[in-house]
């Protein structure tokens, strides 16, 4: 088993809670299988479609929080308006750096 250093851990962590900041869209695979004269297991259908995940603010506030610390930003006291604001212009900074 390959053994996995601690810059790597941070960063594979930080690119999927930017994934899951930004939203993202995923295939998903359904399979129905029915037995055959012989008893054997046949696949009969398998659909597959995308899935898509929105943007989750948990990802993108513990993104800023452990990764971008230099922001400063404090939404405690922000209103709605203000968070959507400040929740846009994350997005469009994290999205550049991709």
Known sequence: ???IKKEDDAKLIKQA???KALGYEAKESSEEYSLDKEGNEVLTKRKVSKKYFPPD???LKLLV???YP???IDISMMSD???IEERERILQMLKEQE
Do not use: G, H, S, Y
């Open 1 to 3: 088993m390959k053994k």
């Open 17 to 19: 809670l930017i994934r």
């Open 57 to 59: 603010m948990t990802a």
């Open 65 to 67: 929080e452990k990764f």
């Open 70 to 72: 230099d922001l400063n």
């Open 81 to 83: 308006e203000e968070l």
